[in-house]
């Protein structure tokens, strides 16, 4: 392939509206095109490597007795009604109605196609396990997509259903597929990606991992405890406070405290630590509306994943009206109105002398203490960890937060969908059970772009050979000079037909621009002809993170190149 | 892969709702999964059927300088504003909103996302030509899905987009084209496909082609002419009536018909031929549900597409109401509402003495000469071409009708959508200009089910190699037969080993369930290892298609293997 052929185009300027590097140098570098929110075009370099990423995943995939399939992307809505989803699952789920006016959807995942595929064939015990895989376009009507692919509403997804007659079967499994996920990454080029501790979130089932690539750009934050190994996502990581040499019970007192209503002015006023609080937060549950107050220390946040799941249900920002009894700004555990419930967060526990509101316009309490002035609560984990906080598995103050992107995910998840589907098999003794499942998730276009966020220089995407969209750039400085153009000519041929896949620059413009173009495209390998390379007999070989800078004897460069090529995959060879 | 492993059930009955052979194979041999209406999911033979055409597909692509890319399955409404078809196509085409309102479609061809994607690049003269192609998942909401694959509403398609600055250089990338996809056709196994000129219908443009594979199951009506080659699909032959010997003409008389209102009763009734009456065909247009009135000789049949092109504007049965004036039944040329369009077909040309209806309830006339009665008309081309018509191209009346499935076509698109959405290059000279382009569609689960259409017999699909799901199917007969199994097992592994696709049965079944399965599957390559076998020292190589069946020795089955998947994947080298 000719640069000069090549569709799209490359340009310097950082497009105003890309936040992230990755999202820019694919914007800059001509490998997507904004098509609709959240939806792209991928032109051909993008193209070229979302292909390499899908044949390492299938590759790996098939190594752990993967089966590929195809499932649709327009689903009918029945198919949702029988796993509850059409009804549980938010707007992300976009539904829609086909000439009919048949109920339908577009998989934003695929249990139930899934599900209905096997059905039928599974009924003996004999066919198990099993795993099904798919690489296919999915919809997720995101709120907010950003970040160029990272957050996107349409994409590619390589998803993966396992099917298991026991527990312990669905976990060897389990363990064979995050062992593909680890070589699948380390393939791709980003073998640093940790494997975390994940809330299930809609998808149901028990334990699941994410695979997160750290960088700041991450849009999820991760709890690392650098003494254990413990890795969780903060959604799930479990929050443990334990309140040593708290201050002594003190004398309830209500204090006038006019227009202060937030932790910061109210510590300001009472001259205390927020640590000294006794913080009030306020959701209303999806179902019914009903308020939910969560009362935690006032330096702490909430963890919506662990609140929803406690409360059995989706939760909103609360609306506090006047008709609740509720007075914004002023709540605190003593003299709320009773149709509310309230949790107590375990960080409270051990506090014997609180600053909270009194549930009346501008007035607080201090010397609040819970048991005394309020009653004997059950505490429930429902703080997000913080960083320096305790490590819920070696016990030490450890843990550090840091951000990530998932660019995986994996799943048990159990009989949720063989219950509400009716995936029955027919066991030795002819007694019927539901099928035991797992599931299996990477983003395709997001994995090629997170690997640029963490690959990449001021000029481009450092693209690993594996998954790079060429092994080799040719350049021809000088196309104008006849001998170095009849050079890279014959150098051009020389590596196609030696079985290196080559983007040749051919053009007549300045070094500085084809370099710069060069970089964009990321390609591992560059080799420069030059008229005064040529006059050397040689010509410059490098590589894109400049690890490698040498001049090499024309007789020589195929090999040299070769040779080069071969190293640079091997470094991903597992 | 082991049979006993393969996700998927093979069984003897034909499904009660397959109509079409292809359709109950790949149902009753685990290919296919009906999900909805014209939606499936593919099991994985089905799968890997489709990846192998898929990679042919991109190889032929590659050849003519085609470029990958990926273009959206959901797409905003706006890009359909432009080229306009968001209002001028029908209900096929899917229409949604977003979770904020936002208009969208699902994409059923791409020529808008194609040239949306290429706007900016295209800007110069330099960058032409250029084609761009993706392999992706398309929803066309059909009234009426059928044949399993053949008519679905979901399908993956390979699409492809040239960019030309000349009619010329279009016409020479669209003969490359027409070569590269009858090199597909052949590669696929099914070289008998045949280009025919096609009515281009809703895509716009003038030249177009459709690949046909020729049965009798096909729902496409192709007129060919075997004496000098012509071909076309029936929507876009022209029809060439030649009335020689007509009889005189006659007085004009009106004859009462009570309740004689068909062509059949007609000519029971006034004793004359069907090609004696001027016939009268009634439609109205979707745009203003106009009334428009053919009139043809009355043996021979509207062709709509013809007629669409004619009245520019898309056309539906109509409704006659008693207010309109028009007498159904008894309609004819003379007397007619004025408010009436009315096309004479050339079919009339030259007869002297029609019978036809007196617009009067209960009457026709007979002895109509249409000038002399009507008053002169011009002529137009609306009428279907008939088996043993005369062909337009050599003149002889040797037209023959077939049927015929399309498995891909080529449109010469022109002007059309650079022209709405505004795709605009600059010359040499400095001067604008609309591109010129043209495009290129294969689907490909239609061509999986079509190559099964004319390749099975009546026990299953006889895969051609280059796109079988597996090369060579091992049968292990007696598989309790501790040495039957092990030299099967053995030579599993060294078919593998030798790089070989094997599908391997060591279930414990019966020959006839063994061998019933393995002729759904369709591999074209078939070892069987047996005690019987194996006492005589050999095994059996046989081929799907009867052609190769023979006892060779074991240590020399794994060269003949070899030697056979080789020859048979010479068949189809091109």
Redesign the interface.
């Known amino acids: 392939?000719k640069t000069r052929?090549?569709?799209?185009?490359r340009f310097k300027e950082r497009p105003a509206d890309c936040v992230i590097d990755s999202h820019a140098m694919m914007v800059k570098g001509g490998y997507i095109?904004y098509?609709?929110?959240g939806?792209?075009?991928?032109?051909?370099p993008?193209?070229?490597i979302?292909?390499k990423i899908e044949n390492i995943i299938r590759e790996e995939m098939d190594r752990i007795?993967g089966?590929?399939?195809?499932?649709?992307?327009?689903?009918?809505a029945t198919?949702w009604d029988e796993s509850g989803r059409y009804e549980s699952v938010g707007?992300?789920l976009?539904r829609?109605?086909?000439?009919?006016k048949?109920r339908?959807v577009?998989g934003m995942t695929h249990e139930e196609?899934a599900v209905?595929?096997?059905r039928?064939?599974a009924q003996s015990y004999a066919r198990y396990p099993?795993m099904?895989y798919?690489i296919?376009?999915k919809?997720r009507?995101e709120?907010r997509p950003r970040a160029g692919l990272i957050r996107v509403?349409?994409f590619?997804m390589k998803d993966a259903y396992s099917f298991h007659t026991s527990q312990e079967d669905l976990e060897a499994y389990y363990a064979r597929c995050y062992e593909a996920y680890n070589r699948i990454f380390a393939r791709c080029g980003i073998p640093e990606t940790v494997a975390v501790v994940s809330d299930s979130g809609m998808m149901g089932g028990n334990i699941s991992h994410e695979y997160m690539l750290l960088t700041p750009c991450g849009e999820d934050s991760i709890a690392i405890c650098p003494e254990c190994g413990y890795k969780a996502n903060m959604e799930a990581a479990k929050s443990i406070i334990v309140n040593e040499n708290a201050a002594p019970a003190e004398e309830l007192v209500k204090v006038e405290t006019p227009h202060v209503s937030t932790i910061e002015d109210l510590c300001g006023f009472m001259k205390c630590r927020p640590e000294d609080t006794c913080k009030a937060v306020v959701y209303a549950k999806n179902s019914d509306d009903k308020i939910v107050i969560i009362f935690i220390r006032g330096d702490l946040d909430v963890n919506e994943a662990k609140l929803k799941k406690i409360v059995k249900d989706n939760i909103h920002a609360a609306v506090i009206t006047e008709e609740s009894g509720i007075v914004a700004g002023f709540i605190g555990p003593k003299g709320l109105p009773s149709n509310v419930e309230v949790i107590f967060d375990a960080s409270l526990k051990g506090l014997n002398s609180l600053v909270t509101g009194a549930n009346e316009k501008d007035h607080h309490f201090k010397g609040f203490n819970i048991e005394r002035d309020y009653g004997s609560v059950e505490y429930a984990d429902v703080a997000k960890i913080v960083d320096g906080g305790i490590c819920p598995e070696c016990g030490k103050k450890s843990i550090k937060i840091s951000r990530g992107i998932e660019v995986g995910n994996i799943f048990q998840l159990g009989t949720k969908y063989s219950k509400s589907m009716n995936l029955t098999y027919t066991d030795e003794k002819g007694e019927s059970h539901y099928a035991i499942m797992g599931c299996y998730g990477i983003g395709v276009g997001r994995l090629a772009a997170s690997v640029a966020e963490v690959r990449h220089d001021d000029y481009g995407p450092i693209w690993p050979i594996t998954i790079a969209p060429w092994e080799v750039q040719l350049c021809c400085v000088r196309a104008d000079d006849a001998a170095a153009k009849a050079a890279a000519d014959k150098l051009y041929d020389d590596l196609q037909n030696a079985g290196l896949e080559v983007i040749y620059d051919d053009r007549d413009v300045r070094p500085g621009s084809m370099f710069a173009d060069a970089d964009l495209l990321g390609v591992p390998v560059r080799v420069i002809v030059s008229p005064r390379n040529l006059a050397e007999g040689v010509a410059e070989v490098v590589t894109r993170d400049k690890s490698v800078s040498k001049k090499v004897s024309m007789d020589n460069v195929l090999e040299e190149v070769k040779a080069l090529v071969k190293e640079l995959y091997a470094k991903y060879s597992i």
Not at 5 to 9: A, F, I, Q, T
Not at 39 to 44: G, K, N, R, V, W
């Open positions: 392939m052929n090549l569709v799209g185009d095109k098509v609709a929110n939806i792209y075009s991928l032109f051909p993008a193209k070229r979302t292909k007795d089966q590929e399939v195809l499932l649709p992307v327009a689903l009918p198919l707007d992300e976009l829609f109605s086909d000439r009919n048949s339908m577009l196609a209905q595929l096997v039928d064939f099993f099904i798919q296919q376009t919809f009507d709120a509403r349409e590619t």
